[in-house]
């Protein structure tokens, strides 16, 4: 599996922005989460949706602000980002995996990683 991120960009706070993540080489239908990575900062969680969409967990600093989602006919995941903070300011990065778990925050959960999005928010 092969994930490619894109979408983002610079906006200033308060600006929105949707990430897609598409999954190819084969139809992938399992468990899809987003992280990101700030500048001097360790990788963290950010969202995971579970592979038929109805199960989503978020971080607490963004919950209430970004929704992720996914549409399984596109192999795609999305991240959409509202009410963006200077904080939210990283390279977001999307992820797949087929294992299970009960907690899909942990990055080493997954399998494939895509290439990373940078997003830059100035306020």
């Known amino acids: 599996v092969q994930l490619q991120a894109s979408g983002g960009g610079s906006v200033q706070a308060g600006g929105s922005l949707r990430l897609s993540c598409r999954a190819s080489?084969?139809?992938?239908?399992?468990?899809m989460g987003w992280f990101r990575q700030a500048p001097g900062k360790e990788r963290e969680f950010v969202a995971t949706?579970?592979?038929?969409?109805?199960?989503?967990d978020y971080a607490d600093s963004v919950k209430g602000r970004f929704t992720i989602s996914r549409d399984n006919d596109k192999n795609t995941a999305y991240l959409q980002l509202n009410s963006l903070k200077s904080e939210d300011t990283a390279v977001y990065y999307c992820?797949?995996?087929?294992?299970?778990?009960?907690?899909?925050?942990?990055?080493?959960?997954?399998?494939?990683w895509g290439q990373g999005t940078l997003v830059t928010v100035s306020s």
């Open positions: 949706i579970s592979g038929n969409g109805q199960i989503t």
């Open positions: 080489g084969r139809t992938f239908s399992g468990p």
């Open positions: 992820a797949a995996t087929y294992l299970f778990s009960r907690d899909y925050s942990d990055p080493n959960l997954y399998n494939w």
